[in-house]
């Protein structure tokens, strides 16, 4: 049938599962705002409040269900508002598909109002990205967007559509969505068999895994190989959840704000078996000494994380749950005694420990899993990025992958209020949870005004120190206590704000018993938004200085858990 490039972007969307977009409207954009408007009962829009806004709830969607998620902006400033939460989707692999308007083609490149190349300031920051320029490309262009946004590595694609591609007319027939085959191809045998070597003569194996086993759904694959293997198992930030916090072997967070326990683990080893997980900076930290007395097998989707940070002996490219099995298959039953005996011996010997500072942050999230666990209902934490982002990592149970949803790469503030968006949106019965700082949420709290247009039963913990905190930590620790602009002394009144959108605004002051009032926000069962009073100079620890190695941890107390 002949139908208008903007009818044929819906029938597209919803060809290809799409049951939601959040965006914003815009001159550009027009057509397609009016073919959504004709198919108002097949497909969902979700207004937000603004277009970054619109970016993080896609990629919470995404991150949160496995689907892709789908976002929509006019042309010029309204296309690069998306540019952050792009970024931040290509950081930590997540399949989005960004949509935006232009100028008509007789009007690209002659500075016409609101005009931006838009392809080519996202270039670096996502996976692939379209300008359509022939009404005939339109359908395939789409179609190829989803398949490489899913396919090997997940990562965001934009396709930018001229105004006159979405008013000219196309041909277009239903077509059936092609399953996303995992990516098999360049993994061989030979290679499965040097890894099978390396487990196979290991005495004191270690798995560090990130969020290449979440988005692989590789979870139950992981489980199977740790338990043949007899290994324990650390993660990065991107990893929680893949394995449950409370299995035995799981050493807990590795890195700058890891564990003591994961971190000399992962320096005591023989083998370290790396799945999903890049090398990040806040990992490895001084790369001379990190796991230096430890054979490297490195299993990912992408050969391009091969000896960039860290030197690999032995790598398998290739879908990690594919490779698992092939691993698994052969593995026979290991037993290191020994090696697990050391690790239960050391994590009696350095427990997660905090400072008498920082007992009310722990108090707030010990409170959060509590309520929680005790709900009817599947629960998912989002969150912004700082001090807050880091207790709730270290302080959570994680139990389940995917229901930890965070910015680890970029770390963008203003991440979890969108985030939390896509998240409830796309699980309507579930509950929702943005664990946020003041200063990350003063960033984008404008979203109030989406959660409370749609209702969206989201509770917002927002633990107010009146700082920039994770700066301030460093300033305090690395630069003679100069706290420079990193004071937030604005007489902000967060549960007033909160009122004004129509959200209701609760207080957790410092003598409060955070376990009632966190209880009473979720059996409101509306948006909410709890202002935690927090003491000022709380501080993240254990920490690894910048450049020192991971071993060499500050911040260790007496006082346990």
């Known amino acids: 049938m002949k139908i208008t490039g903007a009818q044929a972007i819906v029938e597209l969307l919803i060809e290809q599962g799409v049951d939601t977009i959040f965006g914003y409207p815009g001159g550009q954009v027009i057509p397609l705002y009016d073919a959504i408007y004709q198919n108002k009962g097949r497909i969902r829009h979700i207004l937000t409040a603004h277009e970054q806004g619109a970016s993080h709830a896609a990629d919470g969607y995404a991150r949160s269900t496995g689907r892709v998620g789908v976002c929509m902006a006019t042309s010029g400033p309204g296309a690069t508002n998306l540019v952050t939460g792009l970024a931040t989707a290509y950081m930590d692999s997540s399949p989005v598909i960004a949509i935006t308007g232009n100028v008509p083609l007789s009007l690209l490149g002659k500075d016409s109002f609101q005009e931006v190349d838009i392809t080519g300031v996202t270039m670096p920051i996502t996976k692939h990205n379209y300008i359509v320029k022939n009404i005939d490309d339109l359908i395939p262009t ?15 694609v934009l396709i930018d559509v001229p105004k006159d ?15 996303v085959e995992r990516d098999t191809c360049r993994l061989r045998e030979e290679d499965i068999e040097k ?25 139950d694959e992981l489980k199977t190989f740790a338990d043949r293997l007899d290994a324990a198992v650390c993660s990065s930030l991107m990893g929680l959840g893949a394995i449950r916090a409370d299995d035995p072997r799981f050493t807990g967070l590795v890195g700058m704000h890891g564990t003591k326990l994961s971190n000399m683990s992962i320096n005591a080893c023989d083998l370290l078996v790396v799945i999903g997980a890049r090398f990040s900076d806040r990992v490895i930290s001084k790369g001379s000494t990190f796991a230096r007395q430890a054979k490297i097998l490195q299993l990912d989707i992408d050969p391009a994380e091969f000896n960039k940070n860290i030197y690999s002996h032995v790598h398998v490219v290739g879908d990690v749950k594919e490779i698992l099995k092939r691993l698994n298959d052969r593995i026979p039953q290991k ?22 500072e920082s007992r009310r942050p722990r108090e707030i999230i010990r409170a959060l899993d509590h309520e929680l666990q005790s709900l009817e209902c599947d629960s998912y934490i ?23 949803i965070t910015s680890g790469g970029l770390g963008t503030m203003g991440f979890g209020t969108g985030a939390s968006i896509g998240c409830q949106i796309s699980h309507p019965d579930a509950r929702v949870c943005n664990v946020a700082g003041d200063g990350s949420f003063r960033m984008n709290c404008n979203e109030l005004a989406t959660i409370a247009r749609y209702n969206l039963p989201i509770v917002i913990l927002v633990f107010n120190n009146h700082c920039l905190g994770m700066v301030r930590q460093w300033q305090t620790l690395f630069y003679e206590g100069h706290y420079s602009e990193t004071t937030l002394d604005t007489p902000l009144d967060w549960v007033a ?11 957790l002051l ?42 060499d941890m500050m911040g260790f107390v007496e006082e346990e858990i």
């Open 142 to 156: 789409f179609r190829e967007a989803f398949h490489i946004a899913q396919s090997g590595r997940p990562g965001p």
């Open 165 to 179: 591609m979405q008013t000219g007319m196309v041909e277009y027939e239903y077509m059936e969505k092609k399953t």
């Open 195 to 219: 890894a099978f070597k390396m487990l196979d003569e290991a005495e004191r194996p270690m798995i560090y895994i990130g969020g290449g086993v979440i988005r692989s759904d590789a979870s």
């Open 335 to 356: 037993d290191h005694l020994q090696w697990l005996n050391y690790i239960s011996e050391n994590r009696r010997r350095y427990p997660v420990k905090v400072t008498s």
């Open 382 to 404: 989002t969150t912004e990025v700082g001090q807050h982002q880091m207790w709730a990592a270290q302080f959570l149970k994680h139990t389940k992958p995917r229901h930890f």
């Open 497 to 507: 704000l909160a009122k004004a959108y129509g959200v209701e605004g609760m207080r």
């Open 510 to 551: 410092k003598e409060d018993d955070p376990a009632a009032v966190i209880k009473a926000a979720f059996a409101l069962n509306k948006p909410v938004v709890v202002d935690c009073e927090i003491p000022l100079d709380d501080k993240v620890l254990p920490m690894v200085a910048p450049g020192a190695s991971i071993s």
